[in-house]
């Protein structure tokens, strides 16, 4: 069983009159230095200086400065820059600022893992890992709730990176829906293959093939696209609220037995699980992480860029998008999911 943590074992004073720098201002950027600033810390964000997120977070009360600038002025240094680029940036901006006796923190382990960024001795090595994305983790926070966590330490050169992990954690919200002790490397190796092959990876299959079967048999697109994307949704907020079994609650009697029925024709039961475990083996054995690094710095993102433009153009996508603006709130663009 893992260790959990929550409020009451996280001290949000222990980050009191530390300066906290926000590298980058993305989806967990925006999301760490706001909630951090509106728990009361002092937070500087780092961006390069002709960055379009600049006047972003200026407009939302924050202060900016460079990355390098930000580095240097920062105890605790939080990278929440895309994982492909950070090595580059850590070596270059990063590095050369880090002072004895600093935090690095990240919220994924990739390049940790896989060795991309390697850490000098006394520096305490963190880990605060939302386990959702960076606008979820604003609008809980806003709301009251909080995103979990992961928190895993890598180096401990002060003898207290876990309790100041924990008070970031604190500090962001996600004390307050529990956060599970955890090491790099099993962040890493779970992250990586939860997305590719349930949350993302097989999901988005699975809608898609749902979606061309029921088009290719002659129904209408629109149909196609409700019942096998749209409420999709539906279907796993229940899930999230009270499990399977309340989704199964509040569904007929006869979806559910269609459900013990055709699950397991669609989705093979061992089949599947061997094939997840080769994904597995890849992630383990680091060949998705050299393929993925290749990817960026050998092949220019050309196999990536092209799934892009394939998945910009298939039908679900063109119809799903026609459909969601005609609902009546589909001009709201906000990604805040906490209230709906
Ligand atoms: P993002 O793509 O939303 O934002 C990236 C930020 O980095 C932007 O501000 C961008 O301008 C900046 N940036 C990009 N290239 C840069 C460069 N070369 N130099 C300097 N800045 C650059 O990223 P994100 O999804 O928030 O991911 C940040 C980290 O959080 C990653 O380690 C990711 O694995 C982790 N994470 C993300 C999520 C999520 O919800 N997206 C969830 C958990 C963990
Ligand atoms: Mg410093």
Redesign the pocket.
Same mark, same amino acid.
């Given at each position: 069983m893992a260790k959990m943590y929550y409020e009451k074992d996280c001290d949000l004073n222990l980050l009191k009159g530390k300066k906290i720098a926000i590298i980058?201002?993305?989806?967990?950027?925006h999301a760490h230095a706001l909630n951090l600033r509106d728990s009361g810390l002092d937070v500087v964000v780092g961006?390069?200086e002709n960055?379009s997120?600049v006047k972003e977070a200026t407009d939302a009360g924050l202060k900016v400065m460079n $990355?390098a600038e930000a580095a240097k002025w920062g105890d605790i240094i939080m990278?929440? $820059?895309?994982?492909e680029?950070?090595a580059?940036?850590y070596n270059k901006d990063i590095l050369p600022n880090l002072s004895k006796g600093n935090a690095l923190a990240?919220?994924?382990g990739?390049n940790i893992r896989y060795k991309q960024i390697v850490v000098p001795e006394g520096i305490d090595v963190f880990m605060a890992?939302?386990k959702?994305?960076?606008h979820t983790v604003r609008s809980c926070y806003k709301a009251g709730k909080g995103v979990p966590c992961l928190v895993a330490i890598e180096q401990n050169a002060t003898g207290n990176a876990l309790s100041l992990a924990l008070a970031y954690i604190a500090g962001i919200g996600g004390a307050k829906a529990g956060i599970m002790e955890t090491t790099f490397n099993d962040e890493t190796e779970t992250d990586l293959f939860g997305e590719q092959c349930v949350l993302c990876g097989g999901v988005v299959d699975l809608m898609q093939c749902g979606f061309e079967v029921l088009v290719e048999s002659g129904y209408e697109p629109e149909n196609a696209y409700f019942e096998c994307i749209h409420e999709l949704k539906l279907i796993v907020d229940l899930i999230n609220k009270g499990g399977i079994q309340a989704m199964n609650y509040s569904i007929s009697d006869t979806a559910e037995f269609g459900e013990y029925v055709s699950g397991e024709r669609v989705i093979p039961h061992e089949e599947t699980k061997e094939r997840m475990k080769k994904v597995l083996a890849d992630i383990k054995n680091g060949s998705f992480a050299e393929r993925w690094i290749a990817e960026n710095k050998t092949n220019g993102r050309k196999f990536f860029n092209s799934m892009r433009e394939k998945l910009k153009d298939h039908q679900m996508e063109i119809i799903g998008k026609e459909l969601r603006e005609n609902m009546i709130w589909g001009k709201d663009t906000n990604l805040d999911t906490a209230s709906n």
């Open positions: 980058g201002y993305g989806s967990q950027g961006l390069r960055s997120r $990355i990278i929440l $820059i895309n994982d680029v950070q580059d940036v990240f919220a994924h990739f890992a939302p959702g994305p960076g």
